[in-house]
C-alpha cells in the first residue's frame, strides 16, 4: 500500500462558488485566533499552549460562533493542527514566528479523515460532496484510486481545486532490465550513461524576460501601502506575472515527470550521485557571484530534488533498484570509466580524456558511467537492500499521520 495525492479541479456551481471563500475566511479566522490565544497566553501569563489545550476548546467555541457549526469538527481540528505544526517548526528553528494570515495568503481547508465529504468517483472526473455545500462537479485523473484517506480544499489563481490523498496500490508494468547512470550538472541538465543528454530547459528564461518587462512598468503603478487599496492596474499586472510563474511551474513538472517516466521505463537500475543541493545553490560571497547566482537559477530551473524523488519512487513501483552513490568516496567526476584512474579535472574542462587508457568521452557522461559502475557493485553486494515502498504524498503527509487523541482529564490522574 502506498499513500498517493490527486488533485482534482472542482467547477463549482455560482451559489456554491459564492459561500466557498465565505468557508475559508471562516478557517483562516480560527488560525488567527488560535495563533493569538498562544501568543497572549505565554505573553501575559508566561503558559504555553498545546495543540490539544486548543482542540478541546473548539466545541465551547462553537457554543458561541455559531457559524463554525457547519463547518464539522475534524476540519476544524485540521486547523487547529496547522498552528501546531507552524509553532513546531518555529520552535525547532525552521522557521520564523508564525504569522497571522490575510484571507489572500490562506490557501483553504482540510478533511483529515473521511467525515464530512466524499468523492463519488472511480478516479476518473466524477464528483465531490462536502457537507453543507452540496455536490461539486470535479474533473481529474488519477493514475491509481484506491480508499481515500484526506481532502484539502485548495483555492489558487481563481480556481478551486480538491487535493485527496489515496491509500492505493500503485500499478506500473515491470521494466527492462537496464542499468543507467545518471549525472545532474550546470552545463547539462542530465546526461546518462549511454551518452545521452539532456539540455537545460529554455521556459524559464523565456519566462523571465516577460516578467522583467512587465515589471519594468508595474513600478509605475500604486502598491498597496498601509490603509491605501492597491491600484486596479497594480493587481492587474501582477495577477499577470503570477499566471507566468505557474505556467513555468506547470512546464516544470511535466518535463520531470516526462523525463523520468522515460527513464524508469528502460531501466530496472538506477544510479545517481547523493546531491548536498542546500550546499549546491547557497549564495556566493565570492567575486564569481553573479555566475554561481547563475548556476543556482539552472539548478533550480529543472527541479533537480524533486525529480530525483520522482525517478526513486518510480522505480521501486516498478521493481527496481535506485541506488546513491557516494560522491566523496566514488568520485564520479575525476574517474575514468574505462580504467579507473583518477585525476583532478576544472571545471571549464568539457571532455574526459584519461591520460592513462586514452579513453575519450563527455566529461558529465562519463561521471554517469563512474557511477553506474559502482552501483553495480554495489548492487551485486546487497540484493534487495533498498526496496523500501514509497511514501511520498505531498507536503500534507504530516497532518495525515499525527494522530488524534483526546486529552485525559486531570482529576483521573490524582485518584
Ligand atoms: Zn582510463
Known amino acids: 500500500m502506498a499513500a498517493k495525492r490527486v488533485t482534482f479541479r472542482l467547477y463549482p456551481s455560482k451559489i456554491k462558488a459564492d459561500k466557498m471563500p465565505y468557508l475559508r475566511r471562516l478557517h ?54 496547522r498552528v501546531d505544526l507552524a ?26 479523515c473521511n467525515s464530512g465529504w466524499k468523492a463519488c468517483t472511480n478516479g476518473q472526473n466524477g464528483y465531490l ?70 539540455e537545460h530547459p529554455r521556459f524559464v528564461k523565456i519566462a523571465q524576460s516577460k516578467i522583467n518587462q512587465i515589471a519594468k512598468t508595474s513600478r509605475r503603478k500604486k502598491p498597496p501601502s498601509r490603509g491605501v487599496k492597491a491600484s486596479r492596474r497594480w493587481r492587474k499586472a501582477n495577477k499577470t506575472v503570477a499566471k507566468i510563474q505557474s ?34 545553490t547557497r549564495k556566493s560571497k565570492g567575486k564569481n557571484q553573479r555566475q554561481k547566482s547563475g548556476l543556482n537559477r539552472s539548478l533550480l530551473d529543472v527541479g533537480i530534488g524533486n525529480l530525483k524523488d520522482l525517478i526513486k519512487y518510480k522505480v521501486t513501483e516498478a521493481g527496481g533498484f535506485y541506488i546513491e552513490v557516494p560522491t566523496t568516496k ?14 583532478k579535472k576544472t571545471l571549464a574542462q568539457r571532455v574526459h580524456h584519461c591520460s592513462q587508457c586514452g579513453y575519450q568521452c563527455d566529461r558529465d557522461v562519463a561521471a554517469a558511467m ?28 504530516q497532518v495525515a499521520q499525527l494522530k488524534r487523541q483526546k486529552l485525559t482529564p486531570q482529576r483521573s490522574r490524582g485518584e
Open 28 to 81: 483562516k479566522d480560527l488560525y488567527n485566533a488560535c495563533v493569538e490565544h498562544r501568543r497572549t497566553s505565554y505573553k501575559k501569563f508566561g503558559k504555553s499552549v498545546s495543540y490539544y489545550d486548543q482542540q478541546n476548546c473548539l466545541p465551547e467555541f462553537k457554543e458561541y460562533w455559531e457559524e463554525y457549526k457547519e463547518l464539522g469538527s475534524h476540519g476544524l481540528q485540521d486547523t487547529v493542527k
Open 87 to 112: 509553532f513546531k517548526r518555529f520552535f525547532k528553528l525552521k522557521s520564523g514566528y508564525p504569522k497571522f494570515k490575510s484571507s489572500r495568503h490562506y490557501k483553504g481547508w482540510t478533511y483529515p
Open 129 to 198: 460532496k462536502i457537507t453543507n455545500l452540496g455536490k461539486i462537479k470535479m474533473r481529474g485523473q488519477a493514475r491509481d484510486w484506491g480508499q481515500t484517506k484526506t481532502c484539502t480544499i485548495i483555492f489558487k489563481q481563481g480556481k478551486w481545486y480538491a487535493s485527496i490523498t489515496v491509500d492505493c496500490i500503485p500499478f506500473r508494468p515491470q521494466t527492462d532490465t537496464g542499468a543507467i547512470g545518471l549525472d545532474f550538472g550546470v552545463y547539462n541538465a542530465i546526461a546518462d550513461s549511454n551518452g545521452d543528454v539532456i
Open 247 to 280: 505556467k513555468v511551474a506547470r512546464q516544470r513538472q511535466y518535463l520531470q515527470h516526462k523525463v523520468s517516466t522515460q527513464i524508469v521505463s528502460r531501466n530496472s537500475l538506477v544510479a545517481t550521485e547523493k546531491l548536498n543541493l542546500k550546499g549546491m
Open 330 to 343: 566514488v568520485k564520479p567526476s575525476q574517474t575514468c570509466p574505462n580504467c579507473g584512474h583518477q585525476s
Open 370 to 397: 563512474v557511477m553506474l559502475n559502482d552501483a553495480r557493485g554495489m548492487e551485486r553486494a546487497s540484493t534487495g537492500a533498498d526496496e523500501s515502498t514509497s511514501t511520498w504524498c505531498g507536503s500534507f503527509k
